[in-house]
């Protein structure tokens, strides 16, 4: 039997408590050497938390974390072999464009014309090349995020960590530098740990992905398995937009008594069924239509392809689906 | 309707409040040429360049000055270090009592300057301390801690806490991120802080009397001097000393600081 490669992040009933608040309690968390792995969770729900305790700005309360198999608990951030690319990217507004990307080489005492080198080097990787004389002040949002992750390469890291590292910037930008650090991770074949608040981005750019809420690890796993199998009520509210019913509903509907997730694409609508609902809403999708049925206090989503009649407004209709569509959750 | 410009009273009234404030001063300057020594007369019945030459070979000038100048900057050396550090604890922690902490720091300050002295001046008696020029330091150290916290914790709150944290992160020791970032990003409030609080030191003279022993700094020199009718235009020389030692810096400050926003203690 082969050992398991070393995890590149290890978290051992962690906790973090700030007086009363439990920011962390008891995580467990394994993060694989070389994943994209995305730590997702509205504030306050701990995941910057868990990001500052891997790179070692916070101490956990109990608990231990092993980075590439070593304990931590002792080692101060400037000794950890992980990198940070700071919210708001920290820049050091003193220094050159260069002098910034240099930094972690200056303080380690390389040599002036290594350091230039290397940083150009760097620059040129995030597609930098000729910023190198200007100030930070000089930059647009999108080319100081882009110095902060070259900042962050230079001391050639095992494991980069970004928090929110794409909240300041605009839509497009967004989605431009989404496929960027996607790329450069698997050029790089480095871990990268990422916080984000924002669902879409950690399900299109992550390999897996942990949904945080008040402390804890809601549901980990791959963006499919989060997306179509969430665990609770709160990752299917937090993560999509499936519709999430109650016990009785989906007893109704054919199921047990429990809370079930029931994307909208698998429903479609019926004359007939065994429970009737009042169309409250349409919205046109292009391909197709979004329209609301509600049911008493819920309301439930069908996706109507493009071609099938579309109901009325106030008009009534039932809800129907393959059996298997339907997602039995834990509470 | 707001108007757009003042109307002409109110400008003569500006123009009139401003000169009240400022022609005095003038007058001073102007007195330090005078060549009537006994008492101010307006106008001065000549001019000359005397007094200077006098000033400058005036023993008694000496010591005072001297002494000014190593309260002032001993008093500013002592508050830039201690001043800094506080600013750096109320700037990057939160702690029970932080507020009022940071309202005892400003104090000094607000507090009227006999009280500081009076109080001072018990204190030194009940520990047993002689007066001596520590204790003028002392005194004139409590006041100039104010004027560079001040400055320097503007410039904290300004300074993103992130970077600190990315030097860190990028294996700078505390020593490193010291010296190469935090540092050069306070280097020009410190610097602006300790110019405002040399001055405040140089011409301070109510808390000075009460925790100078013999010696006189050289306000409290030119207090005395006044009541003598000896040589008046002797201390308008020492004045003129006085307001460059005190305004450059200030102005000096003034710009060091006009970049950002600007917090030095004004006034005490």
Not at chain 1, 189 to 215: C, K, P, R, W, Y
Not at chain 2, 134 to 148: D, K, Y
Request: charged share 20%; aromatic share 8%.
């Amino acid at each position: 039997m082969t050992p398991d490669p070393t995890p590149a992040v290890e978290f051992r009933a962690v906790s973090r408590h700030f007086g009363a608040v439990r920011a962390v309690d008891s995580v467990d968390l394994t993060i694989a050497e070389g994943a994209f792995f995305a730590m997702l969770g509205p504030s306050g729900s701990g995941k910057t938390t868990c990001l500052r305790l891997i790179s070692g700005f916070e101490k956990p309360s109990a608990g231990h974390i092993l980075i590439h198999g070593q304990d931590v608990s002792d080692v101060p951030p400037n000794r950890r072999n992980v990198n940070t690319v700071f919210q708001d990217y920290a820049l050091f507004p003193h220094m050159t464009v260069r002098e910034n990307v240099a930094y972690g080489l200056m303080v380690k005492g390389v040599d002036r014309r290594r350091r230039r080198d290397k940083a150009e080097e760097l620059l040129a990787l995030v597609k930098l090349q000729g910023y190198g004389d200007r100030r930070p002040g000089q930059l647009s949002g999108g080319q100081r995020q882009r110095v902060a992750l070259a900042r962050a390469l230079i001391n050639e890291p095992r494991a980069l960590l970004l928090d929110e590292p794409l909240g300041a910037l605009d839509l497009k930008l967004r989605e431009a530098m989404q496929d960027e650090l996607k790329a450069l991770q698997k050029r790089l074949g480095i871990t990268f740990v990422f916080v984000t608040h924002d669902q879409h981005e950690a399900l299109s750019m992550a390999d897996s992905l942990a949904v945080f809420n008040e402390g804890k690890i809601a549901q980990i796993g791959t963006p499919e398995d989060v997306y179509t199998r969430p665990k609770s009520r709160f990752v299917a509210d937090f993560v999509g937009s499936s519709n999430v019913l109650p016990p009785k509903l989906t007893r109704a509907l054919g199921g047990p008594a429990a809370w079930a997730s029931l994307r909208p694409e698998s429903v479609r609508l019926a004359a007939v069924g065994p429970v009737r609902g009042t169309v409250s809403a349409v919205r046109y999708l292009g391909a197709g239509s979004r329209v609301v049925l509600r049911i008493g206090e819920v309301e439930v989503a069908a996706y109507v392809p493009a071609g099938d009649p579309i109901p009325d407004i106030g008009s009534e209709a039932s809800p129907v689906f393959a059996p298997a569509a339907l997602h039995v959750m834990e509470g | 309707m707001p108007s757009e410009r003042a109307s002409p009273g109110l400008k003569i009234a500006a123009g009139a409040g401003l000169a009240f404030l400022h022609l005095p001063i003038l007058l001073i300057f102007l007195y330090a040429f005078t060549t009537e020594e006994k008492s101010y007369q307006f106008p001065p019945p000549g001019l000359t360049l005397k007094w200077f030459a006098v000033a400058w070979n005036r023993a008694d000038i000496w010591p005072p000055l001297w002494l000014s100048l190593q309260v002032a900057a001993v008093s500013t050396l002592i508050a830039m270090v201690l001043g800094t550090l506080v600013a750096a604890a109320m700037a990057q922690s939160r702690f029970f009592g932080r507020e009022q902490v940071s309202l005892l720091i400003l104090l000094p300050i607000a507090l009227p300057g006999v009280i500081t002295g009076m109080a001072l001046r018990s204190a030194f008696s009940v520990v047993d301390i002689p007066f001596s020029v520590w204790t003028i330091i002392l005194g004139h150290a409590t006041f100039c801690i104010v004027i560079v916290y001040n400055n320097a914790v503007a410039r904290f709150r300004r300074l993103h806490g992130g970077v600190l944290e990315a030097s860190a992160d990028l294996g700078a020791n505390g020593f490193q991120t010291f010296g190469y970032v935090l540092l050069p990003n306070l280097g020009s409030a410190l610097l602006a802080g300790g110019m405002l609080a040399f001055a405040l030191s140089f011409d301070e003279v109510i808390v000075t009397t009460f925790t100078a022993g013999q010696q006189s700094t050289l306000p409290i020199w030119m207090l005395t001097e006044l009541v003598r009718p000896r040589q008046r235009p002797v201390t308008n020389v020492v004045a003129i000393v006085v307001v460059a030692m005190t305004f450059l810096p200030i102005l000096a400050a003034y710009y060091l600081t006009r970049d950002g926003e600007h917090t030095a203690g004004a006034g005490k």
